[in-house]
């Protein structure tokens, strides 16, 4: 570690500082009274650090979420005491759920009143314990720069997550020495034996029939290339999770698509007869397995993760490599044979060819407007998305060529993400178009963070997929409750296009098939915040689906239904 000469700084000179050390850009936040001293020197680093003045602190928070996922860096927001800093809850916990590497600063009450139910004090260390993967509370002034640099260290090594430091007052205004110090490289610590490595080649060696199953780990680690030349070299099909969309591209002809509750038969009947289940960064989810006792029950499980503790968590492995993704694929490559194994991925190749993803072409449908959104955009933008049909519609027909264009809270489900996401998207990565898909139902939980995209000016494309109900909960209520609608139906006099003029952005209704890609091709030519609202049908459903408890063998689309 290199360190400079040393200077006396107020604490909040001192973040400033160590937010410049760890080579952040841009911030996101809402201030209040107890992080004034902060933001006061916001005012005087502007030249150097951007601040982006959300309308809620949930939604700096996933603007924060969505700069880190699609640029890789550490994302930051502030908030600050009391409810500003329990507004940032959400957001922590959907970081942490997807592993997003996040510093999330905020300011309490001075030392002195700590304790005492001052006026808006909370214990956010302790109420964000369990979303975190560390949380500090600094109260001298002297340990505010090293706790900020180890902030940044946890957040971004092994398996990342969100870091929350919590700041007295009294600090933020007190004086000490201050250094600089060049951020060391992070060491993670080898977890893996050269026995793992041999056993892990030999299951591979042996299989007649192996599968890839790619998480969200594949993008963090930045092992796209290796995952092709893995996955080519055994000549094995590929699928993807939620979080995993990108790592490996759909256009390959190795792609099966999503695995899971809304994944492609060809992927769930593939992974259920395969002889080895190769799982890379990902955890296993219940929304990717379905029923665990009858999940791959041909296979031996080979499971390569950074975090130990997802080992044989949710499902029993045959063999297992603790390390990141990228690493152990490069060590592994080498020493593998290439082959073929054409019975087998003929077969397959003959589930996609049979199952077809596919929707009613004669109406506008939200698959429609995500294929010519991806025809338009020539699959090169930033998608993120809220949560529910819309999410798997995206997560069906985009195809994500590349790592980090597909931004969408897997773990927590969170809705209301996406638009927040899409503006620290675009805001770290401006050389993209950047569209956030929403159903209306999401879009009218954090719809205020338009007029964050337009004070600052910051193109996003806001589609709302508008069907007038929660539509996933009430494909449920369809599928599962003999269609008893409690509390679903959203048929109110909310009109999204003069909501989104009055917040300051260009508005366009769709109502049919001819206007969606005049509307895209507006909106993106616009280079503004623009709203597009698409009218579709309530009772269209997401297809293919496996029922909950079912195994995923026994994924059914409108066909088997009759």
């Known amino acids: 570690m290199r360190k400079e000469k040393n ?97 999330a600063i905020t300011a309490n009450v001075n030392l002195p009143l700590l304790g005492k139910d001052t006026f808006q004090e909370v214990d956010i260390a302790g109420v964000t314990m369990p979303i975190t993967k560390h949380g500090y509370i600094v109260k001298d002034v002297t340990k505010l720069a090293d706790t900020l640099r180890k902030a940044f260290a946890i957040a971004r090594s092994g398996r990342p997550g969100p870091v929350l430091v919590d700041i ?24 893996y034996t050269d026995k793992d490595i041999e056993t892990a080649v030999s299951l591979i060696e042996k299989s007649k029939k192996p599968y890839i199953y790619a998480g969200g780990g594949v993008v963090i680690s930045g092992a796209s290339k290796e995952l092709a030349d893995f996955a080519h070299k055994i000549d094995a099909p590929v699928c993807d999770t939620l979080m995993g969309k990108g790592g490996f591209d759909a256009n390959d002809p190795l792609y099966t698509g999503m695995i899971g509750m809304h994944g492609t038969k060809a992927s769930n009947l593939g992974v259920s007869e395969c002889d080895l289940l190769i799982a890379l960064g990902a955890r296993f989810s219940d929304r990717v397995i379905g029923n665990a006792k009858k999940f791959a029950p041909r296979a031996k499980i080979l499971h390569i993760d950074i975090d130990p503790a997802e080992i044989n968590k949710n499902i029993r492995t045959d ?50 407007v995500i294929e010519k959104l991806y025809e338009v955009t020539k699959g090169e933008a930033i998608i993120t998305t809220d949560v529910g049909q819309h999410q798997m519609w995206a997560a069906q027909y985009y195809k994500y060529s590349k790592p980090r264009t597909f931004l969408s809270s897997g773990g927590l489900g969170t809705m209301g993400y996406g638009l927040g996401a899409s503006i620290g998207a675009k805001v770290g990565r401006p050389d993209k178009i950047v569209c956030n898909i929403g159903g209306d139902g999401c879009f009218r939980m954090n719809m205020n963070e338009l007029a964050t995209a337009s004070r600052s000016n910051i193109p996003i494309i806001q589609i709302i997929i508008n069907n007038s109900v929660l539509g996933m909960v009430r494909q449920w209520q369809t599928l599962f409750y003999d269609g008893r ?48 609202e698409c009218v579709i049908d309530s009772d269209d459903k997401v297809f293919p689906m496996v029922s909950p408890g079912a195994a995923i063998s026994d994924v059914f689309d409108a066909d088997d239904l009759g």
């Open 168 to 191: 007295t007052k009294d600090v933020t205004a007190a004086k000490c020495a201050f250094s600089h110090v060049t951020p060391p490289m992070i060491e993670v610590p080898k977890r």
């Open 7 to 103: 200077m006396e700084l107020t604490g909040s000179q001192i973040v400033m500082e160590c937010l410049l050390e760890q080579g952040v850009d841009t911030v996101f936040g809402y201030p209040g009274g107890t992080i004034l001293n902060i933001y006061d020197e916001l005012y005087k680093y502007s030249d150097r650090i951007k601040h982006v003045l959300t309308s809620h602190e949930q939604g700096a928070a996933h603007a924060a979420d969505g700069y880190s996922r699609a640029t890789g860096k550490v994302g930051v927001c502030m908030a600050t005491s009391g409810p500003g800093a329990t507004n940032l809850v959400t957001g922590i916990a959907t970081a942490y759920m997807d592993s997003v590497p996040l510093v």
């Open 485 to 532: 609608y409690s509390n679903t139906v959203l048929t109110d006099k909310v009109d999204y296009c003069k909501v989104a003029e009055g917040l300051g952005c260009t508005a366009i209704r769709v109502t049919t098939k001819e206007e969606v890609v005049p509307a895209l091709t507006r909106a993106i030519e616009m280079k503004a915040p623009v709203v597009i």
């Open 319 to 368: 063999a297992s490599v603790i390390g990141d993704v990228k690493e152990i694929l490069s060590i592994i490559n080498p020493k593998l044979t290439a082959r073929t194994n054409p019975a087998w991925t003929e077969h397959i190749a003959e589930l996609k060819e049979k199952y077809p993803l596919k929707y009613d072409t004669t109406k506008l449908t939200c698959p429609f």
